[in-house]
């Protein structure tokens, strides 16, 4: 039985930038909590900013759930609990690209509007109405694929047994993350409009560029998984 264990190289190497990820994370949360009332971090989102770094936090804590033999439970946070987290962080990005523009645009344009959102807490809503939304995906996707553990023959060798969660995962995985991929192509868009926004305002530069990696890795995912089985997808998933 062949599954992503503790001593190869790739677990290794990402469990260093899964600790070195968390340890910035950690740090800038850390800095953002002292400086809280300062003008830099409200601008910067205030208590959306710890909305956005707490289940990044988590998130980067779920690596070990992928590494050794599968069993319900790590499947059931690599299907569940991950994909919560990072949709809860995506949706704040999201978010607050929206705002970055909103400020220059809506607020002159639709003043109104822009006070509904404002005084009713629109970013909040947002986030936990993509909660709701993600968790009905979640659950439905539960409840048309298994999460047991299953053990498949290696196509070129069949000596050489892989353990994954389910034989549908890649397409569980797919449909759970379907919903982020949505909220990125938004972020990317809203972020995208910024372009003209004063040069101070380099937030949007960065949301692109991040927004664009995730592509990069979402487009990556797809095609290892169309492609190849077992250890790898582990490593990239």
């Not at 927004?211 to 990556?220: D, Q, V």
Request: charge should be positive; hydrophobic fraction near 50%.
């Amino acid at each position: 039985l062949t599954f992503l264990q503790w001593h190869e190289a790739s677990t290794i190497i990402v469990t260093l930038l899964a600790a070195l990820g968390f340890l910035c994370t950690l740090a800038i949360l850390i800095i953002f909590w002292k400086h809280f009332q300062t003008p830099v971090v409200r601008s910067a989102g205030g208590p959306m900013c710890f909305l956005m770094l707490i289940p990044l936090l988590v998130t980067y804590m779920f690596v070990p759930v992928y590494i050794g033999p599968p069993t319900v439970l790590t499947c059931l946070c690599r299907q569940v609990l991950f994909t919560l987290c990072f949709t809860i962080c995506i949706s704040c990005i999201t978010v607050r690209s929206f705002q970055i523009v909103c400020i220059f645009k809506m607020a002159s344009r639709l003043p109104r509007a822009y006070g509904y959102w404002v005084r009713y807490h629109g970013p909040y809503l947002f986030v936990a109405s993509i909660m709701m939304l993600k968790v009905v995906i979640v659950a439905g996707s539960l409840l048309i694929t298994n999460i047991s553990p299953t053990a498949r023959a290696d196509p070129d060798d069949p000596k050489i047994m892989f353990v994954s969660c389910n034989p549908n995962y890649p397409k569980g995985l797919l449909v759970n993350t379907s919903l982020d991929l949505v909220l990125s192509v938004v972020s990317f868009g809203f972020a995208y409009m910024g372009k003209e926004l004063p040069t101070n305002y380099n937030e949007a530069k960065f949301i692109t560029f991040c927004m664009i990696f995730y592509f990069t890795s979402y487009l990556s995912l797809c095609t290892f998984m169309s492609v190849y089985e077992g250890v790898l997808v582990t490593i990239l998933d």
